[in-house]
């Protein structure tokens, strides 16, 4: 029932029952999306317009979902039959390949093809074929190629002898991975390629790489190749050419999953073209870190027009953008630790010497004092700092005369020693000789040996009288700051709405430029389609002119047959109407084909007796007996003639039509 038809029937229902079946039944078939829309521009006013227009929207939104659930069941029933997980590649684009076989088999819906594959499994590797697009071209992109192999002598060392690994992912039917042969055999020549270079092509599809393993193509696929690389590396033989055994030697063909797979190690130069478009943002960034993995750090990566890694600058460095070459992301540094030098006994002297220079040339005042208290060093600055003199070195250090708080200093070198840790004094005020006064930080730092035992400590002065200056400025400009910060907060009110505004635009200029990004991987990928379709069109207009072809001759072998019959031959179909008229029989009676073509035998007058064959032609049609006479014609001339007329059941499944055949009697 046409949904409009339902709708206008609405006030006839006894319940809303009914009609839910009714237009769940339509919306299942497609029927009624038309009376639909015009239903839901100008409805009819009243409460019952409401509910039905609820009950066509919760209706709608089961059609949809069932339609999801039979969409996951088909890619689930794909998967456990190929070992394939479609769910990983862009959904639109899964579904619009799968609408096309929908379509070609005569369903209304995906749920109506999914039940449709229960019936014939033969469909299912025709949809597996068509989800797998494998379009592909030796030399696709020929800027590309020639730009690799310029910079394959500059990333390959071309003079050693480890070997030289290439890998072609996603590799379809093999034009690729020999294209790539031929780049490496003209850049490297003859003896370093068939001696260092490796090539691994691999692919999902079984049925591709075996057409990949037998390296025989049409020769119209060449067409993209020079013709001095053709010569040299093809052998053609009629309609097909076949790829040069030097080159088939260096290619190894495997089945490899970029999703599941781990990636082949140590690879130089990795191709892996149009296929990163097909997948969803998620597996494209899972894929990328595998083929991270694979490539050696000086190696390259060749993709697809369509493929940019706009997103994924962490992982490749583009070499040529416009032309789809990348190198790996530098790396941050690694820092590299340094080992010790052991000195001989004939540099101890010198070395003692150099580490007490050190000490003396130190812009700190410091003192070394040992396990009993004694002062044994006191650089430069320190006794001028504390007025210490050489007389001064060994003795304790309280008894120096020095003008700060002594036993604090002796209680912190106490507790530095003891408990293994620096111990700070702040702010130590000292008189200077000019009554100015100064103030000392004063670390004690213990010294301990490799065991651990306490050797003395380290007595460090660390002028903070400018330190102190600067803090009290720093307390007066404070307190201007805050003065200033009321003034400002607004301004920054203002600049955090202009912020914000400018980080809207941003996202908004980002999800602009992913959704362009997407949009144009979705044309490549309808692009790919559109060349495969192309292809199947292009075989199939190949077979009908071959078939027309063999028609033709066929047609014309059987009329020069029939026009060197000396008899004459007329073919009736079963309504006696003539589809044959030979030569002869136009000789016979006088009248030429064009004329008694496609009209009845029993209505054409050219003189023959054909009431006296009526009989005998109904016979043949009916049952297909055979009959014979001798009759006289009268032609149209006039002229007398004695005739034996055959008359022949045209056979094939059943009885088609009757063959008459003419003979004059001499």
């Known amino acids: ?33 038309v009376d639909a829309f015009e239903l839901r521009s100008s409805p009819p006013t009243g409460r019952g317009m409401t509910d039905v227009q609820k009950i066509i929207d919760e209706i709608a939104f089961r059609s949809e979902f069932s339609e999801e659930r039979a969409l996951d069941s088909l890619l689930d029933l794909l998967h456990r039959e190929y070992g394939f997980d479609f769910t990983v590649h862009k959904r639109p684009s899964v579904l619009r390949r799968i609408r096309r076989r929908v379509i070609a088999v005569g369903a209304s819906s995906i749920l109506d093809y999914r039940a449709y594959l229960e019936r014939h499994p033969s469909e299912l590797p025709k949809l597996f074929d068509m989800l797998l697009i494998n379009v592909t071209a030796f030399f696709r992109d020929p800027a590309a190629w020639r730009a690799l192999g310029e910079k394959l002598p500059t990333i390959l060392d071309l003079r050693g002898d480890a070997p030289i690994r290439a890998w072609s992912a996603a590799c379809s039917s093999g034009e690729e991975p020999y294209t790539l042969a031929i780049v490496l055999r003209e850049a490297l020549g003859e003896e370093v390629f068939a001696r260092r270079v490796k090539i691994y092509a691999t692919d999902i ?5 075996n057409q990949a393993r037998r390296a025989t193509y049409a020769t119209k696929a060449l067409e993209g190749v020079p013709p001095a690389l053709v010569h040299r590396y093809f052998t053609t033989s009629g309609p097909s050419s076949t790829v040069a055994g030097e080159l088939r030697r260096a290619v190894v063909f495997g089945r490899h999953d970029l999703v599941h797979d781990a990636p082949i190690q140590q690879i130089d130069v990795l191709a892996c073209r149009n296929a990163l478009m097909y997948f969803n943002a998620e597996t494209q960034g899972r894929i990328l870190r595998r083929l991270q993995y694979a490539l050696k750090p000086s190696g390259l990566l060749m993709l697809g027009k369509a493929e940019m890694l706009l997103s994924h600058a962490e992982l490749f460095s583009p070499v040529d953008m416009k032309l789809r070459l990348f190198s790996l992301a530098p790396s941050p540094s690694r820092r590299r630790e340094k080992g010790t030098n052991t000195l001989s006994d004939a540099n101890v002297a010198a070395h003692d010497g150099l580490l007490l220079s050190a000490f003396e040339s130190t812009s700190s005042p410091r003192l070394i004092v040992d396990p009993a208290g004694r002062v044994l060093l006191a650089n430069r600055a320190a006794r001028k700092l504390l007025s210490i003199s050489a007389s001064d070195l060994g003795r304790p250090l309280g008894e120096i005369a020095v003008s700060y708080r002594a036993a604090e200093l002796l209680s912190a070198v106490e507790t530095a020693s003891r408990e293994r840790r620096t111990v700070v004094r702040e702010s130590v005020e000292r008189v200077l000789e000019t009554g100015d006064k100064a103030f000392l930080d004063i670390e004690v730092s213990p010294l301990l040996a490799e065991t651990g035992v306490p050797l003395g400590a380290q007595v460090t002065f660390i002028d903070s009288t400018r330190s102190r200056r600067l803090q009290s400025e720093l307390r007066r400009a404070n307190l201007e700051v805050e003065a200033l910060q009321h003034a400002l907060q607004a301004s920054e009110l203002e600049a955090a709405r202009s912020h914000e505004a400018l980080e809207l635009t941003t996202q908004e200029l980002q999800r602009t430029s992913t959704s362009l990004a997407t949009t144009r991987e979705e044309l490549a990928t309808m692009n790919e389609e559109l060349e495969a379709t192309s292809e199947e069109l292009e075989t199939f207009n190949e077979e009908l002119r071959e078939r027309g072809g063999e028609l033709q001759r066929t047609s014309a072998f059987f009329g020069a047959v029939l026009g060197s019959m000396r008899a004459g031959i007329a073919v009736l179909d079963r309504d006696l109407r003539v589809t044959i008229w030979n030569a002869r029989m136009a000789a016979l009676s006088g009248a030429p084909a064009t004329e008694v073509e496609r009209r009845s035998l029993l209505e054409i007058d050219v003189g023959f007796p054909v009431a006296q064959i009526a009989a005998a032609l109904r016979a043949c049609v009916s049952h297909g007996e055979e009959a014979a006479c001798t009759i006289d014609w009268t032609k149209r001339s006039g002229e007398r003639m004695r005739c034996t007329v055959s008359v022949l059941p045209l056979r094939m499944v059943q009885t088609e039509g009757v063959i008459v055949l003419v003979e004059e009697v001499i």
């Open 1 to 33: 029932m046409m949904l409009g038809t339902v709708i206008r029937s609405w006030w006839r229902y006894p319940g809303h029952r009914a009609l839910e079946r009714d237009v769940e039944t339509s919306l299942r078939v497609g029927t009624g999306c």
């Open 205 to 209: 599809d079984e049925a591709a790489l």
